[in-house]
């Protein structure tokens, strides 16, 4: 049966979907407009490519990752277990605390993708994309995705993470790797000034650099 909490988290979830859908038309619109970069090859293979592996992704995360974090989430707020879950302030500031260390917990996977040779096999087929645009924030391998499921797992359940903080922190993260992975020329002035706060289009190509050093 349904707990009393599912109802506004299905809410959260649907208007969450709904911005991100939003922001993600206003990014690719944007591109067209205003590209960084120029494309090395023909767009129309490259993207279809892209979606495919996107696709697959997106089915591993729904059918490995999901089932996992999703009770571990309802579980530690009803138990009142995980880190931020002791902390005695009100739900919204442990929520908050619970985004910021998802996102903190993130990172140091991400830093593990690049320096541990097995996942690294897996992760160079993000890295592989020789052009640089929103698409390629859905270019993962699906195994990729599916090692990194325990992971997340873990991550809600030593962070104490509630349904409310992990719905909003998945909706930040995806507008995230989409915005930083874009081909959108920002005003300089405006990207360094962003670039303070978050990843930022031009910031993050350099992360995607051929050059070994300057992707770790």
């Given at each position: 049966?349904?707990?009393?909490?599912?109802?506004?988290?299905?809410?959260?979830?649907?208007?969450?979907a709904?911005?991100?859908g939003?922001a993600?038309l206003a990014?690719?619109i944007?591109?067209r407009?205003?590209?960084l970069?120029?494309?090395s090859?023909?767009?129309?293979?490259?993207?279809?490519?892209?979606?495919?592996l996107?696709?697959?992704?997106?089915a591993?995360?729904s059918?490995?990752e999901s089932?996992?974090?999703?009770?571990?989430?309802?579980?530690?707020?009803?138990?009142?277990t995980?880190?931020t879950q002791?902390?005695p302030?009100?739900g919204?500031?442990?929520d908050i605390?619970?985004v910021?260390?998802?996102?903190?917990t993130?990172?140091?996977?991400?830093?593990?993708?690049h320096k541990?040779p097995l996942?690294?096999?897996?992760?160079?087929?993000?890295?592989?994309?020789?052009?640089l645009?929103?698409s390629?924030a859905?270019?993962?391998?699906?195994?990729?995705m599916a090692?990194s499921?325990?992971?997340?797992a873990?991550?809600?359940?030593?962070l104490?993470?509630?349904?409310?903080?992990?719905?909003?922190?998945?909706?930040?993260?995806?507008?995230?790797?989409?915005?930083h992975?874009?081909?959108?020329?920002?005003?300089?002035?405006?990207e360094r000034?962003?670039a303070r706060?978050?990843?930022?289009?031009?910031m993050?190509?350099?992360?995607h650099s051929?050059?070994k050093a300057?992707t770790?």
């Amino acid at each position: 049966m349904a707990n009393g909490n599912d109802t506004p988290n299905n809410r959260a979830m649907i208007a969450g979907a709904a911005l991100i859908g939003v922001a993600a038309l206003a990014i690719l619109i944007g591109e067209r407009a205003a590209p960084l970069r120029r494309p090395s090859r023909p767009r129309t293979r490259r993207t279809v490519t892209n979606i495919a592996l996107g696709a697959l992704s997106m089915a591993t995360v729904s059918l490995i990752e999901s089932p996992m974090t999703r009770p571990l989430a309802r579980r530690a707020e009803k138990g009142g277990t995980g880190l931020t879950q002791y902390l005695p302030a009100p739900g919204w500031m442990r929520d908050i605390a619970a985004v910021l260390l998802m996102d903190y917990t993130v990172y140091l996977w991400h830093v593990a993708t690049h320096k541990v040779p097995l996942l690294w096999r897996f992760h160079l087929v993000h890295h592989d994309d020789l052009d640089l645009d929103a698409s390629t924030a859905i270019r993962f391998h699906f195994v990729d995705m599916a090692i990194s499921a325990p992971y997340r797992a873990a991550q809600v359940a030593l962070l104490g993470v509630s349904p409310r903080a992990l719905n909003i922190w998945q909706s930040w993260f995806f507008f995230s790797v989409l915005f930083h992975h874009s081909n959108l020329a920002l005003p300089a002035r405006t990207e360094r000034w962003l670039a303070r706060l978050i990843t930022t289009p031009r910031m993050h190509g350099i992360h995607h650099s051929a050059v070994k050093a300057e992707t770790d």
